[in-house]
């Protein structure tokens, strides 16, 4: 590392595998034998209130399902099931390497340095970079992984030359991903322990160890962390205009109906069959994820009219699951044991994802019978959507001429 007078005036990065004993012990021995001023962990605050304090929870479903971060959570906990499981399988909990440089910072009287970025932030800008095609990939391979008995070689993990296969592997398989989940934090871990004083003992995931090196080395490189601790705004978010587009397609049909002149009993005919689609799929997904009585008769009843409102915390699937978290409120257990479950029943039985579940299931229910009612309201009721498109274009040319 190139010393300056304001950076700390040694490093000391160690580089483990999150589910390692091994990383343990290298992890207390090094702290012990360079007895550093500075013990640098790869956590931010919530993670490591999560670690220290896991009997707190920190945000609610209320918080989860209407504030649009759904999804977000659901690839967050993928990806802590995914270690939790790997973990399971050598009796390590994830995390252990972290917990252990924090209890020997204690004992040998070094402070603790928390230099990760916000998980909320890391998972918001890896989802918004993402192509979807990267997202369907990803949420494949996890799936893959929290069924598979194929077993890792730990002992090897943090071997330099399976680390960068492993990190080339991420580039090609996504890009995007590689760059928020590796190249990113590589820098915001290294603007941060350069912010640091004395002699540092940096502990971090192995994937990180070189791209830090690097940026220590050359930290004029290193982006403002203002930047990097920002969630980009699309200036144009594809999947917003995509879904105004079909909002207004499906009100302008049916107002096009209402127009044309087809007699009243054939636009009553629409209406019903397109509120009888979404009750029986709103209300069979509900019922099929075993939610409460009351959200499934809410999802049906509500389920016609939720395609029509743009607004991501009054969609049915919302409605669904904050009423189902009303009526089986989940438990702080519910919420730190999410990750920590070892079979598909024990899933099923904690509230937390039993209300996620509820919530994705009825979303789905309510985008599938819309895409059905499309295709089949106005076959059925005799009208030509494409004649009626084509007549109220041509009155519009027609207007301007």
């Not at 509120?275 to 099929?288: K, M, S, Y």
């Not at 438990?331 to 024990?346: A, M, N, P, Q």
């Not at 509230?351 to 996620?356: A, G, P, V």
Request: with cysteine.
């Amino acid at each position: 590392m190139n010393e300056r007078p304001d950076q700390p005036t040694d490093i000391i990065i160690v580089g483990t595998a999150h589910i390692s004993e091994e990383s343990i012990e290298e992890v207390r021995r090094t702290i012990e034998t360079e007895r550093p001023d500075v013990v640098a962990v790869e956590l931010d605050p919530g993670r490591y209130q999560a670690l220290t304090h896991p009997e707190q929870t920190g945000a609610s479903v209320k918080d989860i399902l209407s504030s649009g971060r759904l999804y977000h959570f659901l690839v967050h906990w993928l990806l802590a099931y995914v270690q939790n499981k790997l973990g399971s399988e050598v009796g390590v909990k994830p995390g252990s390497e972290m917990l252990s440089a924090i209890e020997a910072a204690q004992q040998f009287g070094a402070s603790v340095a928390l230099v990760d970025r916000d998980i909320n932030v890391t998972i918001a800008r890896f989802w918004s970079k993402m192509r979807f095609i990267e997202k369907l990939r990803m949420l494949i391979a996890l799936l893959g992984l929290t069924t598979s008995n194929e077993e890792i070689d730990l002992k090897e993990i943090t071997n330099d030359d399976v680390i960068s296969q492993l990190v080339n592997e991420l580039r090609q398989f996504s890009p995007s991903a590689a760059r928020v989940l590796v190249d990113e934090r590589d820098a915001y871990l290294a603007g941060n322990l350069l912010k640091l004083r004395g002699r540092v003992v940096a502990v971090v995931g192995a994937g990180h160890k070189e791209g830090i090196k690097h940026y220590l080395d050359h930290p004029n490189l290193i982006p403002p962390l203002e930047e990097l601790s920002t969630v980009p705004k699309r200036r144009v978010n594809l999947t917003k205009i995509a879904g105004a587009v079909f909002l207004l397609l499906i009100a302008g049909l049916f107002a096009l109906i209402l127009f044309s002149g087809a007699p009243l009993g054939v636009l009553l005919l629409a209406f019903g069959y397109w509120f009888a689609l979404h009750a029986v799929f709103c209300g069979g997904f509900a019922t099929a994820s075993r939610s409460h009585p009351l959200a499934i008769a809410a999802s049906a009843g509500y389920g016609g009219f939720s395609p029509f409102i743009p607004l991501p915390f009054l969609k049915v699937g919302v409605i669904a699951g904050l009423i189902e978290a009303g009526k089986r409120p989940p438990t702080t257990d519910d919420f730190t044991g999410i990750t920590k479950v070892s079979s598909l029943r024990e899933l099923l039985s904690n509230k937390l994802f039993r209300i996620l579940l509820v919530a994705v299931a009825v979303n789905i229910g309510s985008s599938l019978a819309t895409f059905i009612a499309l295709l089949v309201i106005f076959p059925m009721t005799g009208v030509n959507a494409f004649d009626i498109l084509h007549q109220a274009f041509s009155h519009v040319v027609g207007g301007l001429a």
